[in-house]
């Protein structure tokens, strides 16, 4: 049997965008949620939610097959066809643009990377990989699978073969050298969602 209750980063995104925070006894609501992340979150922990949180409103639309197809009418034939693979290839670099200006754009944004920069500094990481490693961490999904890790098949409702962009990961390639930066922030919120459990 499934689990299908939401976690606590979903709970929390849900409580931040709610306008019931009434506090009612023996029920536990969105008030209670957020209560007991100030009470548990460290600064940049609370700022890494909230960035995650605003995530969704913007994200830059996905290019579809169908612009795709335009895109190779475009182009020079290539062996008598369409050349879709140099058209998709022009809509990825287009849209992975758009996802960094987005991610770079989010109001959260500057508050978490000071902090993550400080303590990069401190462990002697280049600064030059904070940003690229939150910008991914914000959203990784492959854009080609839609995270799935495996292709849709055309008209058919059935997935089809490895995704040939991540190879099944259902993760787009992680900027060089991210790991450590990666690993920080998991580590940060992992410590964050223990301390919310022991409060609620």
Known sequence: MTDSRPGLQEQYELATNTSDLT??????GAADLLIASGLSATELSA????????????????FTEQQVAERAAELPMRKGKPDLKRARSEHLVAYYLSVKRAAESLPGRPDVLRQLLVWAAMKGIDGAV???ALTWWVDSTCPVCDGHGVRRLPDAPVLGAACHHCHGSGKRAKPPEADRVLSYIAHVLAHARQGMREWL
């Open 23 to 28: 506090l009612r006894p023996h029920r536990r």
């Open 47 to 62: 700022g890494l939610a909230h960035l995650r949180s605003q995530w969704p409103s913007a994200k830059p639309r996905k």
């Open 130 to 132: 904070v940003g690229p």
